[in-house]
């Protein structure tokens, strides 16, 4: 079955390829633990290089910048080149008179195929929270084991091995300790996520078709699948020029997840998800945890962002930005 560079860039973005619907995982399945709450002084400490901070001199130009250009993934130039695709960790903080003022709410970007130090480097900076609320299309509670990953054999698995392989990528679950005590389950059950898309009258099917239209206008504007056959065939460089043609498509999220709206503006694999990861951060919050972390693909944060402003009283404060892909290597 041919893969376009479209199912492959959703792939990446949101563990979910537009040619089959993805398979419940295999997984095992218990009640997420709850961590002891821990006290949190300070912001966790952000483990990469370029960090945008709003300082008090500036504070509404700065604000100005975070609300009127949103950004959760981007390619990172030096010198006019392409350098590396980033993913954005954006911290929110509930804001005074409110419910949940002072509690910290950090919105962790992920791509699902990327470089070993980069989910090295998430490892590190997602321990520090006291909750981390991860996604998952798997019965709640589900807890990702590492044997379980060895006999999953479904089509996305397949994509994405093959193109952590092709680009001389990792593969995020095989990296990212999905056993540890402060994570937490926090998606829809495969049976909720069939049902959402039913009490709309949509289907897998009809979304794949709204977002492959979409697709077509940003494939246009990168090059699309003519790029990426360019580069397949470039020689010792495949992977480089490779990984650097599939960041521009990864980058053009917003104008594919619109496509992913049905006509009255709703759709399962980003909004009905984020509902549900949104009502246990809730619970999370109402149990009196302070500083919490939503690990999701970037394609999910900004709706998850008007989410936080709108219904639970925080603002944006501060991006910080993780390499993903270095585009200057193989």
């Given amino acids: 079955m041919r893969t376009s560079g479209l199912?492959?860039?959703?792939?990446?973005?949101?563990?979910?390829a537009p040619v089959v619907a993805q398979e419940p995982a295999v997984a095992e399945t218990q009640v997420a633990e709850t961590p002891v709450q821990a006290e949190v002084e300070t912001p966790p400490q952000q483990l990469t290089a370029e960090t945008e901070a709003p300082k008090p001199a500036a504070e509404s130009a700065d604000e100005a910048k975070l609300t009127e250009e949103p950004a959760y993934v981007r390619v990172h130039e030096v010198d006019g080149k392409p350098n590396a695709l980033q993913t954005a960790t954006v911290q929110f903080v509930g804001q005074p008179g409110t419910r949940y003022d002072g509690a910290i709410v950090d919105l962790v970007?992920?791509?699902h195929i990327g470089q070993d130090e980069y989910y090295t480097e998430l490892k590190e900076q997602l321990s520090e929270?006291?909750?981390?609320?991860?996604?998952?299309?798997a019965p709640d509670?589900?807890?990702i084991r590492p044997e379980d990953?060895?006999?999953?054999r479904s089509i996305l698995a397949s994509v994405q091995t093959g193109m952590k392989d092709m680009l001389n990528l990792e593969y995020q679950l095989e990296k990212i300790d999905y056993m540890a005590e402060n994570f937490r389950h926090a998606d829809m059950s495969p049976d909720e996520f069939v049902e959402d898309l039913e009490k709309r009258g949509d289907s897998v099917w009809k979304m794949i078709a709204r977002m492959l239209g979409a697709g077509i206008a940003s494939q246009a504007k990168t090059g699309g699948d003519a790029g990426l056959l360019m580069a397949m065939f470039s020689g010792e460089d495949r992977p480089k020029n490779m990984k650097r043609a599939m960041a521009r498509q990864l980058v053009d999220i917003e104008l594919v997840t619109a496509g992913m709206d049905d006509a009255n503006g709703e759709n399962t694999l980003i909004k009905g998800r984020n509902r549900k990861a949104f009502e246990i951060l809730k619970e999370e919050l109402d149990a009196g945890k302070e500083n919490i972390a939503v690990f999701y693909g970037a394609g999910h944060l900004p709706d998850m962002a008007e989410r936080l402003e709108n219904d639970f009283g925080m603002k944006a404060v501060q991006t910080t930005w993780s390499?993903?892909?270095?585009?200057t290597r193989n």
Wanted: charged share 25%; aromatic share 14%.
């Fill in 7 to 16: 199912a492959m860039c959703l792939t990446a973005a949101f563990g979910f």
């Fill in 141 to 143: 509670g589900t807890r």
């Fill in 149 to 152: 990953l060895e006999e999953r």
């Fill in 323 to 327: 390499d993903a892909w270095d585009l």
């Fill in 109 to 111: 970007g992920v791509v």
């Fill in 129 to 137: 929270y006291d909750s981390v609320l991860y996604e998952l299309v």
